[in-house]
């Protein structure tokens, strides 16, 4: 159980309204994109700053491939070029990126990014950095459930969770989604069952590291039962559900 006051170890978001940021400034709406790789930079090294162990951020979902060709694929070399640009910083921060998500969809430049960058980050600890791209949370608990099934698995909750994409971390203490919408839009469905929600409406390129602050004090004035009683929190032998 996360004390109350503590700063989450797993910070999930899903960084909406780069779109919006673009067109109230008449730009096209990857310039928008470019500004939130801008703002996620800032968000990394925040978290690291601040001991949160675990950032999960949702970058581009299954459903974002029906958006007009010239902004998917502005987004395809936003990744690339990020990626490319990025990770020597990312070393240096010890940072260790894992990429989340169907990649056989995902061009063969892209899938060697994201390979690189994971195997360039690989000995680093201080802040393991999952990219959601090309990730739904339906994908997620189908390829988990699909996997099981071919090995003549029994399906449970803990054999499901082994099985997700994102079995080597806990699950999300916090998850924040930016730009005014309150919906999860197909992220970390199996995932977030306990996670305390934050929607902020600053639009994903404005979301520095104050608004980064706020939530995480948000968070720590939020009481996270797992189903029990306050009286039952309230009593020091009783540790409760832990959080991971
Ligand atoms: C989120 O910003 C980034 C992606 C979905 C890739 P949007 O592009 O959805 O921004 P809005 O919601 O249109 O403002
Ligand atoms: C969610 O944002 C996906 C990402 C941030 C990558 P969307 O902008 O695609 O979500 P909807 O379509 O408004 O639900
Ligand atoms: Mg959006």
Redo the contacts with the bound molecule.
């Keep these: 159980m996360t004390a109350p006051g503590t700063v989450p170890q797993h910070i999930a978001i899903?960084?909406?309204g780069n779109g919006r940021w673009a067109t109230r400034r008449y730009l096209p709406r990857v310039a928008g994109h470019k500004k939130g790789v801008d703002a996620l930079r800032a968000c990394v090294r925040h978290c690291g700053d601040r001991g949160v162990k675990v950032l999960t951020v949702?970058?581009?979902?299954s459903?974002?491939w029906n958006r007009p060709p010239e902004e998917v694929s502005g987004l395809m070399e936003l990744l690339a070029m990020a990626l490319s640009r990025e990770v020597p910083q990312l070393q240096s921060e010890g940072v260790r990126i894992h990429f989340i998500g169907d990649r056989s969809a995902l061009s063969e430049k892209v899938r060697n990014g994201l390979e690189q960058a994971e195997a360039a980050t690989a000995g680093n600890a201080r802040l393991v950095f999952n990219i959601c791209f090309n990730y739904g949370g339906r994908w997620d608990i189908a390829q988990a459930a699909a996997k099981l099934a071919a090995r003549g698995e029994p399906i449970t909750e803990q054999s499901m969770d082994r099985a997700m994409a994102l079995a080597h971390v806990s699950d999300p203490d916090l998850l924040i989604r930016t730009?005014g919408?309150q919906?999860i839009?197909n992220?970390l469905l199996w995932q977030a069952a306990y996670s305390e929600l934050y929607f902020s409406d600053k639009l994903w390129p404005d979301f520095d590291a104050a608004a980064i602050d706020e939530a995480i004090a948000d968070y720590a004035r939020r009481e996270r039962r797992f189903g029990r009683t306050s009286e039952q929190l309230a009593q020091p032998a009783d540790t409760g559900r832990k959080a991971a």
């Design positions: 899903v960084m909406d949702f970058a581009f979902s459903e974002n730009g919408e919906r839009s992220f």
